[in-house]
C-alpha cells in the first residue's frame, strides 16, 4: 500500500459525459501528478499540483481539467467523453517536486 | 526529444533462472531513473531510484545498475511471484518535474 488513495476504483459512462476521479497523496506530501494509462500507449503525464498551484502540464486535453485544495487532496476532471477516454487514470504523490513518486491503485474509466 | 526504450517486451523465465533487463534512455539531463513494477490492474509500485552512472541497488532478488545510457533490472532466480510488468521511468532536469516512462517489459515466470 502506497498512501495514496484514489476513488473511484471504477467508472462506467455514457459519451458526452462528465466525470470527476479524485486523489489524496501520501501525508506529508505536497505534490499531485495525474497520468493516463490505455492499453496502446504507456503512462502519459497529465498534470502536477504543488501545494496547491499548477506547477506543470504534459499532454492533458482542454476537456480535462484538475485542482488541488487546502487539504492537498485533487480531483481531475474529465467532460465531453469520448470512447477514447476509456483508460486506467492514476495520482502519484510525492513529498517535493521532484522526489520519488508513489502511485495511487488506478481509477478505471469506461466510456460507452 | 526525451526517450525511453524498454527491452525485450515480454519475458519468460523458468524458476530460477536469471536475467536482466534494459532501459535505454536518451534525455537532456537525468534528474533520476527510476524502476516500478505493476501488476494487472493495479497502480505502479516503486522499486528503486538510481541518480548516477555507477550507481547500484538491491532489493531482495532485484538488482538495478545504472550507466550514463541505460539502466538494467537483474532478476536473480526469480520465482512466480516475480511476474509482473517492470516499468523505467526517467526524471528530467529542466522542465516539469514529471516521469517519462517506458512501454515496459511482461516479465513471466514459470513454476
Known amino acids: 500500500d502506497s498512501g495514496v488513495t484514489q476513488t473511484p476504483k471504477h467508472l462506467i459512462t455514457a459519451t458526452g459525459q462528465r466525470v470527476t476521479l479524485r486523489c489524496s497523496p501520501r501525508s506529508g506530501d505536497l505534490s499531485v501528478y495525474w497520468y493516463q494509462q490505455s492499453l496502446d500507449q504507456g503512462l502519459q503525464f497529465l498534470i502536477q499540483?504543488?501545494?496547491?498551484?499548477?506547477?506543470a502540464k504534459g499532454n492533458i486535453l482542454e476537456r480535462f481539467s484538475a485542482q488541488q485544495f487546502p487539504d492537498l487532496h485533487s480531483e481531475l476532471n474529465l467532460s465531453s467523453l469520448e470512447l477514447g477516454d476509456s483508460a486506467l487514470y492514476f495520482c502519484a504523490s510525492s513529498v517535493g517536486g521532484a522526489d520519488t513518486q508513489y502511485f495511487g491503485p488506478g481509477t478505471r474509466l469506461t466510456v460507452l | 526529444e526525451d526517450q525511453v526504450t524498454q527491452s525485450p517486451e515480454a519475458l519468460r523465465l523458468q524458476e530460477g533462472e536469471s536475467s536482466s533487463l534494459n532501459c535505454s534512455y536518451t534525455?537532456?539531463?537525468?534528474?533520476?531513473l527510476f524502476w516500478y513494477r505493476q501488476d494487472p490492474g493495479k497502480g505502479p509500485e516503486f522499486l528503486f531510484t538510481l541518480y548516477s552512472a555507477g550507481e547500484e541497488k538491491e532489493k531482495e532478488r532485484l538488482k538495478a545498475t545504472l550507466t550514463k545510457k541505460e539502466s538494467f533490472l537483474h532478476i536473480t532466480a526469480p520465482k512466480p511471484e516475480d511476474s509482473a510488468t517492470y516499468l523505467c521511468a526517467v526524471g528530467v532536469v529542466a522542465g516539469a518535474n514529471n516521469l517519462f516512462f517506458g512501454t515496459g517489459t511482461r516479465l513471466t515466470v514459470i513454476p
Open positions: 534525455v537532456s539531463g537525468l534528474r533520476g
Open positions: 499540483y504543488y501545494n496547491g498551484e499548477e506547477r
